[in-house]
Structure formats: C-alpha cells, structure tokens
C-alpha cells in the first residue's frame, strides 16, 4: 500500500498522524484539499531498493564514534535526494498525480511524520506544478526524517534509527495568497476564529479575531485587525510578504457564512477527537471555498502562581 487517498479513515503508521486526522474529519464531509498520502511502507521500499540502509548505519556509526551530528544528518539527507526512486513506485506516485490532474496541476507537498516523538521539523514544498518537481520535493520529505534534532532525539529515545520512516502529503494548492487563512478553536462555550489575508497562520496583534457562540442562532463578536503585511507566493516553491491594499485593511476577511462554517467545524473536531482541538484552515480566493488544511491538539496555557500571588502564564510547549 504506497499510495492513499485522504477521503476517510487511515492509518496513522501509514500515513502519518497529520494525514491521519485529516482524513477522518474529510470522511465526516469537512473539505480538504483532494490529494493523498504517500505512505511509510513508500518510504521503506525506496530506502531498501536503493540501498540507503547501509549509508544510514554507517553514518550513525560515525556520530557515535564522535563525528558532528548535524555533518552525519546532512550526510544522510544528501544520499536520499541523490538516490532514485524504485520505478514501479514512482510510477504509482505519478498516476496518482495524474488522478489530480497531472503536469499543469499545482499542489503543494508536504512531510507527515509517522513518529511525532522525533520532532521533525516539516518539509514544505509549494505550488509545484510538475510530476519531475513532485518526485524531487518527495525525496527531500523522506529525507526529512533525518534531521539533525530527529536523529539526536532518536539516540536519546533509543530507537533504531533504521525503524523511522515518513510519510508525505500530497495536495491540490489552495490559493490562500489571493484569499485568506487563519486558524480556529473551541474555547469554553466559545469558538476563537483568527483570520488574514494571504498565507500562513496570521500574528495574534494583526489579524481579524472573532468569537462565536455556536448553536441553532450564533453569536458573533467582531474584531477588525491592521492587516498590514500578507504572504504571497513569489517564483517556484518561494514566498514573500508584501502591504495589503487600503481595501483589505478595512475589510474583514470573513463573511457571517463563513464564520459560522469554520466554527461548527471546530465543534465537529473537538467531539470527533473528544478532546480541544485546533485547526489551520484556507480560503481560495479564486473558488471561494473554504479549506481544513491541518488539525491538532489545542494545549491549554498552564498557570503557575509566582511569589506574589499573582498568576503567571507560562509558555505553550
């Protein structure tokens, strides 16, 4: 099984735990965008067919005979991009590509990693728009799997560092550079909304902020944000930031509709999951439709109190 659809449940050792919640809330008839996962048993047929296992233990043996961590990652992460892909198991990937639409269709690839312990920081690779460019950017997300931290953490873990694999994300872009984005999630009987124009996930003291009290006639509290900066998409895979026009500073990035969609989905995650979830979503500025395009675990700010008394917030980990 190299390839999965992300219409409905999966299995997370497959596909990763960020394709995996993702499935299931798209499953449940909440929009992502159509793409699919290209799963650990992927990453292991290419590790095997071309013969990275012994470049890996070798270069694990150079670091615990004292060799730099960060020169054995790199090492490592240069074997993966320069070696090919087996050619049935690219071809499975391509066709899927083709099922979206093939050369011409734009999609961003991403790494989806099957052990979150390994603190993976995530590849991401945007607005490809060729089979060639898909097949390279998901070398370089197998790849990501050893980092200099992911290894660290492995060593200090124990395990193999022969057991990790990753799983990859392909997916339609969404074009969130010429509408918004922002993220969403339940707070006491209140949904917090967070929105901006363009990409990314919007700085609290910028964006537009809403609060919904969720039901049959919600309640919908308004805060108009600056917006003065938004991120577009600028060459192959880059972006930039760049001023909003007057017009986007003083419009809100929502309407009522939406406001009210993007709340009931984070009332459908949180009793999906049975516990606060948060979620990243996008808005297409060409189609209009609204997007889930990532969800996880909302951890609630711990309060310590200080000497005085008083009660002192402590940092998100």
């Not at 004292?66 to 087996?86: K, M, N, Q, W, Y």
């Not at 099922?99 to 734009?106: N, R, S």
């Not at 606060?276 to 609630?300: H, I, T």
Request: some cysteine; charged content about 25%.
């Amino acid at each position: 099984m190299n390839i999965v659809w992300l219409r409905g449940a999966a299995d997370s050792t497959q596909v990763g735990v960020k394709n995996a919640r993702l499935a299931e809330l798209a499953g449940g008839g909440i929009p992502i965008p159509e793409g699919f996962a290209v799963t650990a048993t992927a990453y292991r047929e290419f590790v095997r067919e071309a013969r990275l296992e012994p470049v890996i233990a070798e270069e694990i043996r150079r670091y615990r005979a004292g060799r730099d961590l960060v020169a054995v990652a790199a090492a490592i992460r240069t074997a993966f991009c320069d070696a090919s892909l087996p050619p049935a198991l690219a071809g499975e990937i391509l066709a899927a590509y083709d099922e979206l639409g093939g050369d011409g269709t734009v999609v961003a690839v991403r790494s989806s990693p099957i052990d979150p312990e390994d603190d993976v920081v995530d590849e991401t690779f945007l607005h490809l728009n060729s089979g060639v460019d898909v097949l390279s950017a998901l070398r370089r997300c197998f790849a990501s799997v050893f980092s200099a931290v992911a290894v660290g953490n492995r060593e200090h873990r124990g395990p193999d560092q022969l057991a990790a694999a990753m799983a990859v994300t392909i997916q339609r872009m969404v074009r969130a550079d010429l509408g918004g984005s922002g993220t969403v999630r339940g707070e006491n009987t209140f949904v917090r909304i967070r929105a901006s124009w363009g990409l990314g996930q919007p700085a609290a003291g910028d964006a537009d902020q809403y609060s919904v009290h969720p039901g049959p006639r919600p309640m919908i509290v308004k805060h108009r944000g600056a917006k003065r900066i938004k991120t577009v998409y600028a060459g192959r895979c880059g972006t930039r930031p760049v001023p909003t026009t007057p017009t986007e500073r003083s419009a809100l990035v929502l309407t009522d509709e939406e406001i009210r969609l993007l709340a009931d989905w984070s009332v459908t995650a949180d009793q999906h999951f049975k516990r606060p979830m948060e979620l990243e979503w996008a808005l297409d500025g060409r189609s209009g439709g609204l997007y889930l395009v990532e969800v996880r675990p909302w951890v609630l700010p711990a309060v310590a109190l200080g000497r005085s008394g008083l009660a002192v917030p402590l940092p998100r980990r």
